[in-house]
């Protein structure tokens, strides 16, 4: 139990690792990681003070971005990775090791975590520099709670995707870029969802993201305490756990179709 326990730990270390080191290889990719969504996010800003808008929008914009660095993540690091693995021949080195599928994905998670923080941290203070965004912050500890509560919940959903979109086989590229602009819509990344209607709002709130950003956005742009928010706060450990079990399921559910059919690790399918 103690070895297994372990070897699973150096499993999601080794994975970790490799992700960090691999993803700032190439100092010019992290400049470009940090640079491009400010283009993105500067249109928003912009048409949002050429219509005089209150300035918490241009705020509300800048978390928005961020946070957007972070779905992004998910969907092609995360949820496409075991599909890519198993293009490059290394899946079948993962299914062979004596190790929890579970530990594999978690490394990634930790490591796509890391690396996309970096890259939002740089996104964040260029544009409150640029833009001259105000926060008003009255609880850090629970801003912290709160992001890391999102990130859990983001990455038990990529995590889910990842042995789905390797079950759908080539379909898993279309997959990332069916669920991208929708996600982007639906959780409200660049406007208040509050205008959408109310049966939409409540599709919206299945989505993690929309939970923590909103979280987010109260506690860093309106000064909320706990209170306001303890509703996100229960929502995003439900996301986690349920999340994290289906994923767990699907995982199995994979490694049984990859022994009874022998179809899983085949390239091109």
Do not use: C
Not at 98 to 116: K, Q, V
Not at 133 to 150: A, E, G, Q
Not at 240 to 251: C, D, G, Q, V, Y
């Amino acid at each position: 139990m103690i070895k297994s326990f372990i070897r699973n730990l150096k499993a999601i270390y080794g994975r970790m690792y490799v992700r960090i080191i691999g993803g700032n290889r190439y100092l010019h990719e992290i400049f470009a990681d940090a640079l491009l969504p400010l283009l993105n996010l500067s249109a928003y800003v912009f048409v949002y003070k050429a219509m005089n808008t209150p300035q918490d929008l241009a705020s509300f914009v800048i978390i928005g971005g961020v946070m957007v660095t972070f779905w992004l993540n998910v969907l092609w690091n995360m949820g496409a990775q075991l599909y890519w693995e198993k293009e490059m021949g290394n899946l079948e080195i993962f299914l062979l090791a004596p190790i929890s599928r579970m530990a594999i994905l978690f490394g990634m998670a930790i490591g796509g975590m890391i690396n996309t923080s970096l890259r939002a941290l740089a996104t964040l203070i260029l544009g409150l520099y640029i833009f001259n965004v105000k926060f008003n912050i009255s609880d850090p500890m629970l801003v912290l709670i709160i992001f890391i509560l999102t990130l859990i919940a983001l990455y038990a959903l990529g995590m889910l995707f990842s042995s789905l979109f390797l079950l759908f086989g080539r379909e898993a590229w279309h997959s990332a870029n069916l669920l991208q602009e929708p996600i982007y819509f639906l959780s409200g990344i660049y406007f208040p969802i509050k205008y959408f209607p109310f049966w939409l709002q409540v599709i919206a709130s299945l989505i993690p993201l929309t939970i923590g950003l909103d979280a987010i956005r109260k506690l860093i742009i309106y000064g909320s305490d706990f209170i306001d928010i303890q509703l996100h706060f229960f929502l995003l450990i439900l996301f986690s756990i349920i999340l994290l079990m289906l994923a767990k399921f699907s995982l199995n559910y994979m490694e049984k179709i990859a022994k009874k059919e022998g179809r899983l690790t085949l390239r091109w399918i």
